[in-house]
């Protein structure tokens, strides 16, 4: 028995068995698809943070979980997410609906229905959500049995951006043919959701947030974190699924710049991201959403509490914000009235407000000195499904990195309940929990222990297989990128009009030649993946004198071509799919990342190309033979070469050693440049804080 993938004319959709009798169809069709309708679970997918694979799914879980516990389903079925204005469905036989969410005109058959209560529709009737509003962003719609679309690296949901999940990883379109599956409890009797049970929406937003981990003095004034937890800000209409940007007081920093991150004190040796973070993109504040990356190069001084992040979905540009505080336990208390509520149908009898509470160690959870040959390590808050591990001082150490592999293969030997993902930064490794196991304070009183017990990080020998890809320097489509910024976003950039120019007088080179033959000499070693999507790699090279510092766009570009090649700090990026960045721009290559099957290059079954501790190395070639070498691969005619080997810390460390004289020679020269710049900036107000 099948089911085409576009609608028959109109009247019920119908499928024909082997034995020629013709049935309704157990799907949904499409006759108008709406705005921005696609198909999305309340969870998303887990365990991919690492290769910057986001969760995806519904925005505000908590009115999908709702309308799934409403028409019976269990909790993690598929549903409709519908946004600014939804679509018109038709049911191929009896179903069971229920439209929550933000408010919207919702009829059947033309007749005016309720939301928040399940609805019986008959083979060939429509369902029709109207326009959305006044309040609120997104309505979903959930359908007894839920949407039984492929289930793509362990969820439903569709990720637009990176064509993954949903029905082909896209928005609905009109014809569009949505098969109904199994997924509901025979157990439960459809019920509407109580008033008392529903969230509210409104256009003032108070979202509750646990301080951390990037809120400390090192970083931000605390006077600044008063201004921040006090300010209604405004939501830009720059926004989406991937985050919120606001409007709102500039930050104040206590440092004049990132080091080696960057020229901007925003700027943070990659990291891993919280799902919810405050995420200061220079001095644009930005709440991480479902879509949102899982690694980056930016200070996140707070982040949204896992029962909070619904408000993320229904919070609508022009709306305002203001974040407010709250500790561990009270965060918890927030997750268990959420579960009570999803479950039962039904508020607690105590509901009350929630009062305002800072951890006055700004997230800092535990630390310990360096000693004995072992670097410094801080344990930090991330939320409370997170927890950020960070080693040593604020520098590009590959030691560090080392040790960072190190605990993360001693997390992944004890089997913790509850950790479903473990994300390593350049010297910090994010470990996200799913709630059903030990919270952040134990998971981070157990990973202490850790700490006697791991290798010492030089004695680290890793597979380390090099990599050579094509690299079409300064290509015309990061040109455009640069000129689509200058137009839409910022014309002063001090970066612009060509990035390549900026990254040459930031590193005191002689001209533009010096800086492509500086890129074609690299061996770039990938010390984590997802930087921005998609398995795309935070990469530097080996060795120092090769290393272009640079500053990240301030504020981010909203949009980057796919397999462009960027510097950030002192990091290489590829990026994995087409979208929002923050890189200096250099080139493009090939893709990274891709779910064809046997593309050359790519392990079976394995979407991403690179693995940590690779070595990236570029050749030359012109953008005319860049898209002939794209073609290539997509079709399986050419693959890149690669070369296994191994990488010795030890060696490495012998390597540096040897030829610290000339290392310190560049990074003299660069340093001169970079403060030359800095000083252009201050003068400018470009950066508001120390040294400003």
């Known amino acids: 028995?099948?089911?085409?993938?576009?609608?028959?004319?109109?009247?019920?959709?119908t499928v024909r068995p082997a034995g020629g009798r013709t049935e309704p169809a157990r799907v949904l069709v499409?006759?108008?698809?709406?705005?921005?309708?696609?198909?999305?679970?309340?969870?998303?997918?887990?365990?991919?943070?690492?290769?910057?694979?986001?969760p995806s799914g519904a925005m505000d879980d908590l009115s999908l979980r709702l309308a799934n516990r409403a028409v019976g389903n269990v909790p993690g079925a598929a549903g409709l997410e519908c946004t600014a204005v939804g679509p018109v469905v038709e049911a191929g036989r009896d179903a069971v609906v229920c439209v929550a969410g933000a408010p919207a005109d919702v009829r059947v058959d033309g007749a005016p229905a309720p939301m928040w209560t399940p609805l019986c529709l008959r083979a060939g009737q429509t369902l029709r959500v109207g326009r959305i509003g006044p309040v609120g962003m997104r309505t979903y719609v959930a359908v007894r049995g839920g949407i039984d679309v492929p289930v793509v690296l362990g969820s439903r949901s569709t990720f637009v951006a990176g064509a993954l999940g949903g029905l082909d990883g896209r928005t609905l379109a009109a014809g569009d043919v949505l098969p109904v599956g199994r997924d509901h409890d025979p157990s439960l009797v459809p019920s509407a959701v109580p008033s008392a049970a529903r969230p509210s929406l409104g256009h003032r937003w108070r979202v509750h947030v646990l301080v951390g981990p990037h809120a400390g003095p090192e970083f931000l004034a605390p006077e600044w974190l008063e201004t921040l937890f006090g300010t209604w800000y405004e939501v830009d209409t720059a926004s989406s699924r991937s985050g919120l940007r606001l409007r709102g007081p500039r930050p104040?920093?206590?440092?004049?710049?990132?080091?080696?991150?960057?020229?901007?004190?925003s700027n943070i040796h990659d990291t891993g991201y919280a799902i919810g973070a405050l995420n200061l993109t220079g001095d644009v504040p930005v709440l991480l959403g479902p879509d949102g990356p899982s690694c980056g190069g930016f200070v996140c001084p707070a982040v949204v509490a896992a029962a909070e992040r619904w408000k993320l979905g229904q919070i609508a540009p022009g709306d305002r914000v203001r974040l407010v505080p709250v500790v561990a336990e009270q965060a918890a208390a927030l997750d268990a009235r959420a579960r009570h509520v999803t479950s039962l149908l039904r508020a607690p009898r105590r509901s009350g407000g929630v009062t305002p509470r800072r951890d006055p160690a700004a997230g800092r959870l535990w630390e310990r000195e360096a000693g004995g040959g072992v670097p410094a390590v801080v344990h930090r808050r991330a939320g409370d499904r997170f927890l950020l591990v960070e080693y040593g001082p604020m520098v590009l150490d590959l030691e560090l990195r080392a040790r960072v592999h190190a605990l993360a293969q001693w997390v992944e030997g004890r089997r913790i309940p509850g950790v479903v993902s473990l994300t390593p930064g350049v010297r910090s490794l994010l470990v996200e929990i799913d709630g059903t196991g030990p919270d952040v304070d134990a998971l981070g009183a157990l990973l202490a222990t850790a700490e006697d017990e791991l290798p010492p990080a030089r004695d680290l020998v890793v597979p380390s297989r090099t990599v050579h890809l094509p690299l079409a320097f300064d290509d015309p489509s990061v040109r455009e990128a640069m000129e689509r910024y200058q137009r839409s976003v910022r014309p002063d950039a001090p970066w612009c009009p060509s990035n390549v120019e900026f990254i040459r007088r930031v590193n005191g080179l002689d001209s533009v030649d010096d800086v492509a033959e500086i890129v074609f000499a690299a061996s770039y070693v990938v010390l984590g993946l997802?930087?921005?999507?998609l398995g795309a790699p935070v990469a530097t090279p080996l060795d120092p004198r090769h290393r272009l510092v640079t500053t990240k766009y301030n504020p981010a570009r909203t949009w980057t071509p796919a397999n462009a090649v960027g510097i950030g700090g002192a990091y290489l990026c590829i990026y994995g799919m087409e979208g929002p960045g923050g890189y200096q721009l250099v080139g493009r290559t090939v893709p990274i990342w891709t779910l064809a099957e046997g593309t050359r290059?790519?392990?079976p079954g394995v979407p991403w190309l690179l693995r940590c501790f690779d070595r990236i190395r570029f050749h030359p070639v012109t953008p005319e033979r860049l898209e002939e070498l794209r073609a290539a691969?997509?079709?399986?005619?050419?693959?890149?070469?690669?070369?296994p080997g191994t990488l010795s810390i030890?060696?490495?460390?012998?390597f540096l050693e040897a030829n610290s004289a000339s290392i310190a020679a560049f990074r003299e020269r660069q340093r001169a440049a970079f403060e030359a710049e800095r000083a252009r900036w201050a003068a400018a107000g470009e950066v508001q804080g120390a040294g400003a």
Not at 252 to 265: N, S
Not at 530 to 533: A, F, I, N, S, T
Not at 650 to 654: D, I, T
């Open 1 to 13: 028995m099948t089911v085409t993938g576009t609608a028959p004319a109109p009247g019920p959709a």
């Open 30 to 54: 499409v006759r108008e698809a709406g705005w921005h309708t696609a198909v999305q679970d309340p969870f998303g997918r887990s365990g991919y943070w690492h290769v910057g694979v986001p």
């Open 530 to 533: 997802g930087d921005v999507y």
């Open 252 to 265: 104040h920093w206590t440092r004049p710049h990132g080091g080696e991150a960057g020229l901007h004190p």
């Open 650 to 654: 030890e060696e490495h460390l012998r």
């Open 633 to 643: 691969l997509h079709s399986g005619a050419w693959g890149p070469r690669i070369e």
């Open 601 to 603: 290059g790519f392990e």
